[in-house]
């Protein structure tokens, strides 16, 4: 069964199930290994794409849900190779160590910013509830996206 992809502004066509996670697809077929498969169980959001421009958990996402809808993935952020300002403060910030969880919360925090300019520490913090980091406290992923939001220069 063919299933028609549009991915990152690209159209592609999967060969295969359709309740095969959108996940594989990405890494396997389309060699889009920005996408993190950690947990495989939808909870520490690594995964973290946007379909139709919402924040979906793709190993939990069959491909054929996918069909037709727009997808954007982690390597859709940087145009032209300048990185969005959340990858752009994680960077300065040195907000991530391992890099495992980097691509989803930074696809998280895109779409919330996005929607909550003004967002406050508190609100960044609630938006990463369903991001895990086993590396870090927290803290300077929080101030990466303070300063993406231009809250503060950096954090003291």
Known sequence: MAILLNVNGEAHSYQGDPMT?????????????????????????????????RPTVSCLCPVGLAAGRNVATIESLAVDGALNPIQQAFEDLDAVQCGMCFPGMVMTLTSFLEQNPDAD?????????????????????????LVATKHKERPE
């Open 121 to 145: 520490r508190a609100a960044i913090k609630a938006a990463l509830s369903g991001n895990i980091c086993r590396c870090t406290g927290y803290e300077r992923i929080i101030d990466a996206a």
């Open 21 to 53: 996670p959108l996940v594989d697809v990405l890494r396997a077929d389309l060699l889009l290994t920005g996408t993190k498969p950690v947990c495989g169980e939808g909870f520490c959001g690594a995964c973290m794409v946007h379909v139709d421009g």
